[in-house]
């Protein structure tokens, strides 16, 4: 008998035991299961700095005499035709055969022999430059003034424009009387006191030359 109440008491006294040791347990348990699932952190890649970019070289004409320079298209040249008291003349044109063209006597004859495009740039300083200047009468009239013109070349088609710089210029084509009847585009406009006129015998070059009279700008 006293042996069975000896087993009794163990028995109980184990199980004592084990409860207060889950009871004690318990929390940590609970705390452990619970503790916060910690995030990995995302690093955003850094995007390299873009490489500053190249400035592009500008083909340009500058002319310390006229005081005044104009952007050409690539490639192309430039060659005088001539220079008077109150005129002179420059050929810009495409860099095809630039050797033969500047050392030519007749620059004018080589470019229309080797069929190279190219537009006339013309600066007058005479004296009927004036603030009222009738434009379209030195169109008609040719290069040398409303004096000297004959008055046979036809307006076909008359603009006025202004460039961001609010230079005013006037944009044409008209039809040259002759054996055989041609046709010429330009523009014309003043700038310090003088007439310019780009002009060409090559209907395809209006764009161009609407682009040097665009990018025309004196310099004083």
């Given at each position: 008998m006293?042996?069975?109440?000896?087993?009794?008491?163990?028995?109980?006294?184990?199980?004592?035991?084990?409860?207060?040791?889950?009871?004690?347990?318990r929390p940590l348990f609970i705390k452990k299961a619970?503790?916060?699932?910690?995030?990995?952190?995302?690093?955003?890649?850094?995007?390299p700095e873009p490489e500053p970019e190249t400035p592009v070289a500008q083909n340009l004409y500058d002319n310390i005499e006229e005081a005044f320079e104009i952007k050409l298209p690539d490639n192309w040249k430039t060659v005088s035709q001539s220079s008077e008291t109150n005129l002179?003349?420059?050929?810009?044109?495409?860099?095809?055969?630039?050797?033969?063209?500047?050392?030519?006597t007749d620059p004018l004859l080589t470019l229309i022999s080797n069929k190279i495009p190219y537009v006339s740039l013309t600066v007058?300083?005479?004296?009927?430059?004036?603030?009222?200047?009738?434009?379209?009468?030195y169109v008609i009239s040719g290069a040398g003034g409303p004096a000297g013109g004959s008055y046979k070349d036809k307006v076909l088609s008359w603009e006025e424009k202004v460039t961001s710089r609010k230079q005013t210029f006037y944009e044409y084509t008209k039809e040259i009387q002759g054996e055989p009847v041609t046709q010429k585009v330009g523009v014309v406009w003043i700038a310090d006191g003088k007439l310019f006129e780009l002009s060409s015998d090559n209907l395809s070059q209006q764009v161009i030359i609407e682009n040097m009279v665009l990018n025309f700008m004196p310099i004083r």
């Open positions: 006293d042996n069975q109440k000896r087993n009794i008491l163990v028995v109980l006294v184990i199980f004592i035991i084990i409860t207060v040791a889950g009871i004690v347990s619970q503790a916060p699932v910690v995030q990995p952190v995302v690093v955003q890649p850094v995007a002179s003349k420059i050929l810009l044109y495409a860099g095809e055969n630039a050797a033969a063209v500047s050392s030519s007058n300083k005479g004296d009927f430059v004036a603030e009222n200047f009738d434009f379209k009468n």
